[in-house]
């Protein structure tokens, strides 16, 4: 398995991948799935302001993605981005998400990023949750019952890993450049 940057060339992938969570589970609150072109435009959207955005690829098939976009748009929250990771579900739980999330928070950390967040769909969504935990994220925040999908209200969980320090010092590089500032 390699993990690369995404081009305008996984569109489709990405967007297989992404809809089959949208229809079938929780970790997105999207409920109609969305195309090939929009998922491009979303990657090029992130990938155009110099964030992660990851495929994970083993003979030629895209099993994963994971990238990291603004958390919020005010300019405070510069050094704090929100991560994602989507998998094939043929393949949850055999390293993918690891490896794509993983190479996503090197990223992160090269980019002088102090917090990354994971807003993650559904409290009982153990594998992002446990996935998460794996590569150092802490619980921050349960939000009971914010979305309603499938029937049911979704949870939402809030989880957190520190880069760079942290908040222990004052950071050194510009952060990300957000709208809104």
Same mark, same amino acid.
């Given at each position: 398995?390699?993990?690369?940057? +995404?081009?305008?060339?996984?569109?489709?992938?990405?967007?297989?991948?992404?809809?089959?969570?949208?229809?079938?589970?929780?970790?997105?609150?999207?409920?109609?799935?969305?195309?090939?072109?929009?998922?491009?435009?979303?990657?090029?959207?992130?990938?155009?302001?110099?964030?992660?955005?990851?495929?994970?690829?083993?003979?030629?098939?895209?099993?994963?993605?994971?990238?990291?976009?603004?958390?919020?748009?005010?300019?405070?929250?510069?050094?704090?981005?929100?991560?994602?990771?989507?998998?094939?579900?043929?393949?949850?739980?055999?390293?993918?998400?690891?490896?794509?999330?993983?190479?996503?928070?090197?990223?992160?950390?090269?980019?002088?990023?102090?917090?990354?967040?994971?807003?993650?769909?559904?409290?009982?969504?153990? +594998?992002?949750?446990?996935?998460?935990?794996?590569?150092?994220?802490?619980? +921050?925040?349960?939000?009971?019952?914010?979305?309603?999908?499938?029937?049911?209200?979704?949870?939402?969980?809030?989880?957190?890993?520190?880069?760079?320090?942290?908040?222990?010092?004052?950071?050194?590089?510009?952060?990300?450049?957000?709208?809104?500032?």
């Amino acid at each position: 398995m390699i993990v690369r940057g +995404a081009t305008a060339d996984d569109a489709e992938a990405l967007a297989a991948i992404y809809g089959h969570h949208v229809l079938h589970g929780f970790g997105t609150f999207e409920e109609e799935p969305p195309s090939p072109a929009e998922m491009e435009s979303r990657r090029a959207a992130i990938a155009g302001r110099g964030l992660p955005y990851v495929v994970a690829e083993e003979a030629g098939r895209v099993l994963g993605f994971a990238y990291a976009a603004p958390f919020r748009p005010r300019q405070a929250y510069r050094y704090t981005l929100e991560d994602s990771v989507y998998i094939a579900p043929d393949v949850i739980g055999k390293g993918v998400g690891r490896a794509a999330l993983s190479a996503v928070i090197a990223e992160c950390e090269a980019l002088g990023i102090r917090q990354l967040v994971a807003v993650i769909g559904d409290s009982g969504n153990a +594998a992002s949750i446990g996935l998460h935990r794996a590569l150092g994220f802490v619980d +921050a925040g349960v939000g009971k019952s914010f979305g309603f999908k499938h029937g049911r209200w979704v949870d939402i969980v809030w989880m957190q890993k520190s880069l760079n320090g942290g908040d222990q010092t004052t950071p050194d590089t510009p952060g990300v450049r957000l709208s809104g500032s």
